[in-house]
């Protein structure tokens, strides 16, 4: 079993930075990828990165350029950097795993992100 457990989220102003935390307990071996969600009032829960056990990462393109996405493997942790935050980056952020071997996916309780303009 698989638990995710993000910190960092919090108020700033437009143009600042916020980094996201997303500890990673339990069966770490059964995870090919890892990712940041992220769902506003009223609309869907969006992808806005991922990396996969080699490393590999993707971006959605509003985020490219401002976000960044790493783990730390000796401390079980993924996270996602964000600079140049904007009013539209508002919402709550969800970390996820995806295990491959069961194709489930496992849900952190995500963070509020709030940026005022």
């Known amino acids: 079993q698989v638990r995710l457990v993000e910190s960092g989220g919090g108020l700033v102003q437009a143009g600042g930075s916020l980094r996201l935390s997303c500890v990673v307990s339990g069966t770490i071996f059964s995870i090919d990828r890892m990712g940041w969600y992220r769902q506003a009032p009223g609309k869907q829960r969006e992808l806005v990165a991922s990396?996969?056990?080699?490393?590999?990462?993707n971006l959605v393109n509003s985020v490219k350029g401002r976000f960044s996405i790493s783990r730390d493997n000796g401390k079980n942790t993924v996270y996602l950097q964000m600079d140049s935050l904007k009013p539209e980056d508002t919402a709550v952020y969800f970390c996820?795993?995806?295990?491959?071997?069961?194709?489930?996916?496992?849900w952190g309780q995500g963070t509020q992100v709030t940026v005022s303009s």
């Open positions: 990396i996969n056990r080699v490393g590999i990462t």
């Open positions: 996820n795993a995806f295990i491959p071997a069961t194709s489930l996916n496992v």
